[in-house]
């Protein structure tokens, strides 16, 4: 994997350094996370459709919460996600089956992110949360990784919250000390690197899930 080498800024340390809160960790859980951070913010469904799905209309509505995606990856499907300044998400493409590519735009703030398969069959999905230079088209960083368990009698909750942030261990460019929202880690990234576009994006394994749910609850 190519990698970048960056040139540091003193005040890229400043930003990165104050922007830096502590992630909350938890264990995974057969618990609904409502039962600990209340009604989530954002609820966005996943939907599996059989291949050669073709539905009728749009898919770029920004108030939808749904996007859709082979039951069944041949191929990874590439979940670009922005955030704004706004106080709501925007659905940007909610259809992967034209080009293989979903986006989703953030509201402003900082989330603690669960997952769940719901519906049967279900085999599971597999997700890598990457930061991505825009500029030379290279992965630049993987965030974090989860595995999602395939549906159950009883709904098992994958805590997703790491894909999202950006810690020590993995940050080989910035020096921080603490986990950092991935927004913020990449705003520093570009400071230190005037010119270069970073993006953050999911490479996501669907394995015959009908519905993956996501859910985004602000901390």
């Known amino acids: 994997m ?18 830096s809160v502590a992630m909350p960790v ?8 409502n039962k600990l951070y209340g009604a989530p913010s954002y609820v966005l469904n996943l939907i599996g459709k059989k291949d050669g799905w073709s539905g009728g209309g749009t898919y770029d509505n920004p108030d939808r919460h749904t996007m859709f995606l082979p039951q069944t990856t041949a191929e990874n499907v590439t979940v ?18 034209d080009d293989g590519n979903l986006s989703l735009e953030l509201a ?7 997952i769940v398969a719901l519906g049967k069959p279900g085999g599971g999905a597999g997700i890598e949360g990457w930061i991505y230079n825009a500029t030379d088209n290279t992965y630049l960083m993987l965030v974090g990784s989860v595995t999602v368990p395939g549906h159950s009698k009883t709904p098992r909750w994958t805590n997703a919250t790491g894909l999202f942030w950006v810690s020590p261990n993995e940050d080989p ?8 929202w991935v927004f913020d880690y990449m705003n520093a990234l570009s400071d230190a690197n005037v010119g270069t576009e970073y993006l953050y994006l999911w490479q996501l394994d669907n394995n015959n899930n009908k519905v993956l749910q996501v859910r985004f609850y602000k901390i």
Do not use: E
């Open 80 to 97: 670009w996600m922005t955030q704004g300044t706004a106080s709501d998400f925007s659905v940007l493409d909610g259809n992967a089956f």
């Open 108 to 114: 402003a703030g900082k989330y603690a992110v669960f």
């Open 2 to 19: 190519k990698r970048t080498i960056l040139s540091i800024s003193a005040i890229a340390l400043v930003v990165i350094f104050a922007v």
């Open 173 to 180: 460019f910035l020096g921080v000390t603490q986990d950092t």
């Open 26 to 33: 938890l264990a995974a859980t057969n618990l609904n996370p």
